[in-house]
């Protein structure tokens, strides 16, 4: 296999890697050894592990990496860089020192913002992405997952950004809480979800108390497992619209996650007027590493 480059998205749970070569994917791999199950002399052997078998004999391989890889608790850390700013920096990638001759790494630095404080790894890489895939593009990125991210962009650079724990929080009150006695299963209620966001969107300070009726539905009226998981997901989503509302009304929006929560984010948006573009995580992180290493070797 001929390849020119590795492109790793290394996050706390899981490892991304890609061989590219003649402008192509040559493969694929994944592991679960994520930054948190890691110290900082086993992140080397846990790359090589992945991607042994991609390195060229007698040849160094730019390895361009994004994510938590490059936190404080990470490999290296690569310090974050201000917003306003552009996503990437060619003459801020961290060279990270390896043992093995054959690779050379660089990491992507997140951003930061003082005011309201708010930090993202990763994120800028699949912004940067966006930026590649859709030239010109001048609003709102919304990128939903455990901790969901809204971007104002315009002319090439992150203007601010604001950080919502929903994923977080769903997750810890679906498997932690006491609304975990109520909620399973894989499927999906439209209807519920819409009640959720609905009243969420409607009446945000009511919150806790739209929480816990989920929980006393089940027990009093037979709110089904799927219904109540569904409907949780309209609350926390709607209560995350109803605080995001000054980046993404009348805006132009793009999503940038994964296909079930950019479907529900779309449904969100759409029932409140806006029409959201959907790009593909995986397509962004790509195009965003693609472009840090087109500038090291620019």
């Known amino acids: 296999m001929k390849t020119d480059w590795i492109a790793v998205d290394w996050g706390t749970s899981n490892l991304r890697a890609w061989a590219l070569g003649d402008g192509a994917i040559l493969d694929h791999a994944a592991s679960p050894e994520g930054m948190g199950t890691l110290s900082r002399d086993d992140f080397e052997p846990a790359l090589l592990r992945l991607i042994n078998g991609w390195l060229p004999r007698g ?3 730019d390895v361009i990496a994004c994510g938590m890889v490059g936190s404080r608790q990470g490999w ?15 003459g801020e990638l961290m060279r990270v020192p390896t043992r093995d001759a054959r690779l050379s790494l660089r990491i992507v630095p997140g951003l930061k913002q003082a005011a309201p404080a708010d930090v993202m790894r990763g994120e800028e ?11 010109g593009f001048d609003g709102v990125l919304c990128l939903p997952g455990t901790h969901s991210k809204w971007v104002h962009v315009s002319a090439g650079e992150v203007v601010s950004f604001q950080t919502f724990m929903t ?5 810890l009150l679906s498997t932690q809480s006491v609304l975990r006695h109520g909620m399973g299963g894989e499927g999906w209620d439209d209807a519920a979800f819409d009640l959720g966001l609905s009243e969420a969107l409607s009446r945000p300070d009511r919150i806790g108390a739209k929480l816990f009726s989920l929980r006393a539905e089940g027990l009093l009226n037979g709110l089904s497992p799927i219904a109540a998981r569904a409907r949780l997901s309209g609350l926390l989503i ?5 605080a995001a509302k000054p980046f993404w009304l009348g805006q132009p929006v793009a999503l940038i996650g994964s296909e079930g929560l950019s479907r529900a984010y779309a449904r969100a948006l759409t029932a409140q007027g806006a029409q959201p573009a959907v790009l593909s995580a995986t397509d962004c992180t790509l195009a965003g590493l693609a472009a840090a290493r087109n500038k090291v070797t620019a």
């Open 125 to 135: 890489t699949q912004i940067a992405g966006a930026l590649a895939l859709r030239p």
């Open 76 to 90: 290296v850390e690569a310090p974050y860089r201000a917003v306003p700013c552009t996503p990437l920096d060619h």
């Open 59 to 61: 040849k160094v391989t």
């Open 167 to 171: 994923g977080e929080m769903f997750s």
């Open 238 to 242: 709607g209560v995350e619209l109803a």
